[in-house]
Nanobody, 123 residues
Framework: QVQLEESGGGLVQSGGSLRLSCAAS????????MGWFRQAPGLDRQFVAA????????YYADSVKGRFTISRDNAKNTVYLQMNSLKPEDTAVYYC????????????????WGQGTQVTVSS
């Protein structure tokens, strides 16, 4: 029902900032809660942040709370992840995901996924 495409990944120094974007195709973007996940080498896919249909409710993993901000622009069918104060342990492939209804924190609860974008934070 929806296709997702991330952009904005890249290489950044420790302490720097980066903003990821996820563009969604099709109609009824507001039917979906949106999430960001990441997967570092050798680790499982990890919840990062999620946002409800209108952006009024957000959730964050403890590891990124206070540093990352998830937001959405429904007029543009786009969700964002603003990443500040980046650390080397933030290095991972970051994935955008969509689920109808309420936000979720487990990857298996999201049926729709983007292809991922690499974020590398150097020391």
């Amino acid at each position: 029902q929806v296709q997702l495409e991330e952009s904005g990944g890249g290489l950044v120094q420790s302490g720097g900032s980066l903003r990821l974007s996820c563009a969604a195709s099709g109609r009824s973007f507001t039917r979906y809660a949106m999430g960001w996940f990441r997967q570092a080498p050798g680790l499982d896919r990890q919840f990062v942040a999620a946002v409800n249909w209108n952006g009024g409710t957000t959730y964050y993993a403890d590891s990124v709370k206070g540093r990352f901000t998830i937001s959405r622009d429904n007029a543009k069918n786009t969700v964002y992840l603003q990443m500040n104060s980046l650390k080397p342990e933030d290095t991972a492939v970051y994935y955008c995901a969509a689920v109808q209804g309420l936000p979720k924190s487990q990857s298996y609860e999201y049926p729709y996924w983007g292809q991922g974008t690499q974020v590398t934070v150097s020391s």
